[in-house]
């Protein structure tokens, strides 16, 4: 069954919530299939899939490109797309439209976007054309020039302090659901208890309402990572077992003992006789 906005909200109080970032066709599928609750088609593919050194260099374009890949396995999860640097930055009809374009090109079923009082008139805007927004405070990525690089946020009071508001903030304008990125465990803890709206953590610690990885991080595909990801838990080394099967592929191309003849088109009706005529007229013709 489609997971949406309000079930979303509901398992606040009622379970964890799992998101998992996804870029492509067949790695929503498997998502999907896992039973994860939201798919998020994270600014984060800039490094995992594109290797870019960081998520400033995403266009709308590249982003609309993947999720329109992810959306086309129609899972059951709920779908986010992440409104990339610089589609929201500029006035609030531009980001609007870059929100719609998500929704109405794309088939996203939300959006995400970094920041807090910032960005208040756009959330709303946004909310006001009936697109569902998942907010980002913490550690937001797209900030990493004025945070002086990818740092944990919050450890000072009144950091914390300005966090635990911009929270309320989002929680009350509209937003369904936040992230917290890279905060410590105690300020995420205070966070949730705080606010209505569930809160994903990544880098915050268990006392949040769900939990969200890279999915390349998780299986273990390497890829450029713009943290040292102290959170990250790898569940298998794929990295390590394509490599592995690569090689064994170049072995059996050089000792020719692939393909074998069950990887092979049969000659049907032609005996070995026929193909020889055949190949004597063939290169005939050829000379």
């Known amino acids: 069954m489609k997971i949406t ?12 919530i799992s998101m998992m970032t996804a870029y492509d066709f067949p790695t929503a599928n498997a998502v999907s299939e896992a039973g994860i609750d939201i798919i998020l088609v994270g600014d984060s593919l800039a490094q995992v899939v594109l290797g870019h050194d960081d998520t400033l260099s995403i266009t709308m374009d590249e982003m609309l490109h993947h999720v329109k890949a992810v959306t086309r396995a129609q899972p059951d999860s709920l779908v986010v797309a992440d409104m990339p640097y610089m589609s929201y930055h500029n006035t609030v009809e531009e980001a609007v439209r870059n ?7 794309a088939g996203a079923d939300a959006v995400k976007l970094e920041g807090g009082n910032k960005r208040k008139d756009v959330i709303e805007a946004i ?30 009071l009144d950091r914390a302090t300005q966090l635990l508001e911009e929270a309320v903030l989002l929680d009350s304008i509209g937003c369904f659901s936040m992230v917290l990125e890279g905060v410590p465990s105690v300020v995420a803890e205070v966070i949730t208890e705080k606010i209505t709206i569930p809160t994903i953590g990544i880098g915050a610690g268990v006392d949040v309402s769900g939990q969200v990885l890279v999915f390349n991080d998780l299986i273990g595909m390497k890829s450029k990572e713009y943290i040292d990801a102290k959170f ?15 090689k064994q ?18 000659a049907g009706k032609l005996t070995s006789e026929n193909i020889k005529e055949w190949k004597k007229e063939i290169k005939k013709i050829l000379s």
């Open 249 to 266: 592929y170049k072995v059996d191309v050089e000792n020719k003992t692939f393909p074998s003849e069950e990887h092979s088109y049969g």
């Open 232 to 246: 990250v838990k790898r569940y298998s080394d794929q990295y390590d077992e394509v490599v592995k099967s690569l």
């Open 5 to 16: 906005v309000p079930k979303i909200l509901d398992l606040k109080n009622s379970r964890q």
């Open 127 to 156: 909310i006001n054309a009936e697109i569902p927004v998942m907010g980002h405070l913490g550690l937001t990525p797209q900030s990493k020039n004025i945070m002086g690089g990818y740092k944990v946020q919050g450890k000072t």
């Open 99 to 105: 929100a719609a374009r998500f929704i109405q090109e």
